[in-house]
């Protein structure tokens, strides 16, 4: 049974700790997607991936966060400095691409900075 | 701009009477409509969709969703609930010649079914 898999499932760090998030997509798919869902915002994208480069990453506080594909099996995703308003659930989703196909999330990184 | 709208924070429901979660959507020429369902401490899980053909889909569990054109809407509905319906449901879409990244959720309706 092919899932999109996260790690860590839970995150505690302190301000100005970095935090790296990873994810394995689902085998053959070739879209990746990063979400943050928080209870004031709801569920926020904030970047996707195509064949390992980044189509949109407009949804990212550009001078903390960084999304990266390394190879087609690691999706990351890290924050440096990490700030208390970071808090949230973070997922990860793949797809095979096209706008008629569901996508696959992953279990998710509960992030708590404290 | 391209939205999804669930007016209802929360629906409540008792245990084997029917359900409706509503949706409606605004996105350019012709629509692809998702609905997900997130149980908690879980990631969302796909339900079903709307392409084309038929407007009344069917998905898993039981569930099924209704597009409307005139209404731009696409209600999820199932005939009787279960405890076990109880999650946060995530209407979605996105159109025709857009890609995943195009996909648009909205705020998500919290199902609570009592027994």
């Known amino acids: 049974d092919a899932r999109v898999t996260q790690t860590p499932r839970h995150k505690v760090t302190e301000m100005g700790q970095e935090v790296t998030m990873r994810c394995q997509p689902i085998l053959g798919h070739n879209t990746v997607f990063w979400y943050r869902q928080t209870m004031m915002q709801g569920l926020e994208l904030l970047a996707y991936?195509?064949?390992?480069?980044?189509?949109?990453d407009s949804g990212m506080p550009k001078d903390r966060f960084s999304a990266e594909m390394p190879d087609a099996t690691l999706a990351t995703l890290k924050i440096q400095p990490s700030e208390p308003r970071d808090s949230a659930v973070y997922f990860c989703a793949s797809g095979p691409g096209q706008a008629v196909d569901e996508q696959f999330f992953g279990p998710g990184t509960r992030l708590t900075v404290l | 701009a391209q939205s999804v709208a669930q007016p209802e924070d929360q629906v409540n429901v008792a245990e084997g009477n029917p359900l409706t979660v509503k949706c409606t959507y605004s996105v350019s020429g012709n629509p692809y409509l998702f609905w997900y369902v997130q149980y908690p401490n879980r990631g969302l899980q796909f339900l079903l969709k709307y392409i084309t053909g038929d407007n009344l889909v069917k998905g898993s569990y039981g569930f099924e969703a209704e597009f409307n054109k005139s209404q731009t809407s696409f209600h999820l509905k199932k005939p009787s609930a279960l405890v076990s319906d109880s999650a946060l449901y995530f209407c979605a879409a996105t159109n025709y010649g857009g890609s995943q990244g195009n996909l648009i959720f909205g705020k998500g309706t919290k199902l609570s079914v009592k027994p």
């Open positions: 991936f195509r064949n390992r480069a980044p189509l949109d």
